[in-house]
């Protein structure tokens, strides 16, 4: 029994950073994101009767520790849903840096349910996938799905799950790697440190509203109210990390968001942050090239919306 899956990241524009449920993975608010085409996982689940626990490779190196964890625990809760008694070796390769804030997890936990459940036989609608990844990692929800996509935050783990929201052709995401390399303090252990924060409820209430109106922006495809609110989304969550004595960002990182603060002044062009140092822009086809003639010392991948997860 073996399959394999291709699932694609996803770039949160109104970001999930915090749970109502450590277990279950449910988000205090609901998101957004957009899921590109260039940063991507592919993962291999063979199911050996012979296995006596599950084996995972990651970049063809053998995983032990806390990543095969989160992959055993997720396997766990398959081979219980579904009732499977095999262990399985499992073998992903990232087109994307880990625990870099470019959300590799989102791609990772994807491809991992989807190759998963299609190698024991099943065909599982991209609902019920979708809330099988949000066990592995709350964003992979959102990677079930190919463009902009709502991760709607729910009550329990059946309502708690993404859907696609809506197609833009032009959009662009320029992915600005100024370091690759992995971030000490894990999203996860930010969360926990955010939930506690007193001004943490408000963050949740304006996100709501965020929400709200990016989709009205998205829906009549406005670049500039599109990329402000999601600007302003980002700038918010990184303020709630800082106020908790975390900070994700570097020197590099400052210096591109001060540049791309002088330059939106004359062109639609907007950024977003993870939790990482990396900057994604936000622009359309538009005005891509103007954009990148301002970027020709930095490492950048153009993107623009991706798939949703698929068998290969």
């Known amino acids: 029994m073996k399959s394999s899956a291709k699932a694609y990241v996803n770039i949160a524009l109104i970001k999930y950073w915090g749970k109502t449920d450590e277990v279950l993975k449910l988000p205090f608010n609901s998101s957004l994101s957009l899921t590109i085409d260039q940063f991507y996982t592919t993962t291999t689940v063979n199911y050996l009767p012979q296995l006596s626990e599950d084996v995972l490779y990651i970049d ?172 302003s989304n980002a700038i918010r969550m990184h303020q709630l990390i800082n106020a908790c004595g975390i900070n994700y960002w570097n020197d590099k990182t400052i210096k591109l968001i001060e540049k791309i603060k002088d330059l939106q002044q004359k062109i639609p062009v907007y950024f977003t942050v993870d939790a990482g140092p990396n900057v994604k822009l936000l622009t359309t086809k538009k005005y891509l090239n103007e954009v990148m003639s301002h970027l020709t010392h930095i490492e950048t991948v153009v993107c623009q919306a991706g798939k949703e997860v698929e068998i290969i």
Not at 101 to 125: D, H, I, P, Q, Y
Not at 213 to 228: M, R, S, Y
């Open 60 to 231: 063809h190196q053998l995983i032990t520790g806390n990543e095969l964890k989160r992959v055993k625990d997720l396997m766990d809760i398959i081979r219980k849903q579904f009732g499977v008694g095999s262990f399985a070796e499992i073998s992903s390769v990232n087109h994307v840096p880990k625990a870099a804030g470019l959300a590799s997890s989102s791609s990772a936990f994807a491809a991992l349910v989807a190759a998963a459940t299609n190698a024991l036989g099943l065909n599982l609608s991209h609902t019920e996938l979708s809330k099988l990844a949000r066990l592995g990692s709350g964003s992979a929800c959102r990677s079930i799905f190919g463009n902009f996509t709502i991760w709607q935050k729910g009550s329990s783990h059946e309502t708690s799950y993404a859907y696609e929201f809506a197609k833009w052709e032009d959009f662009r995401v320029i992915v600005c790697l100024l370091d690759k390399s992995e971030k000490t303090i894990s999203s996860s252990e930010g969360m926990r440190l955010a939930v506690k924060h007193p001004q943490y409820l408000e963050y949740v209430k304006q996100s709501e509203i965020d929400l709200t109106l990016i989709k009205e922006a998205i829906v009549q495809q406005d670049i500039h109210k599109t990329g402000q609110i999601a600007q």
